[in-house]
């Protein structure tokens, strides 16, 4: 039973790692979502 939950811990790992994206991946994202960069620094607040 030890023997299974330690497989289980390092495959839950695993998958993690294999689905992560990497912080420039998330904000390139997010820019297009909002229509691009061009479109944002066009933002005159």
Known sequence: MR???I???AVSCLSVVAFSQSAEDLVNKNI????GIDK??????
């Open 32 to 35: 297009q979502a909002k229509g």
């Open 3 to 5: 023997h299974a939950m």
């Open 7 to 9: 497989v289980l811990a």
């Open 40 to 45: 944002i620094k066009a933002i005159k607040t």
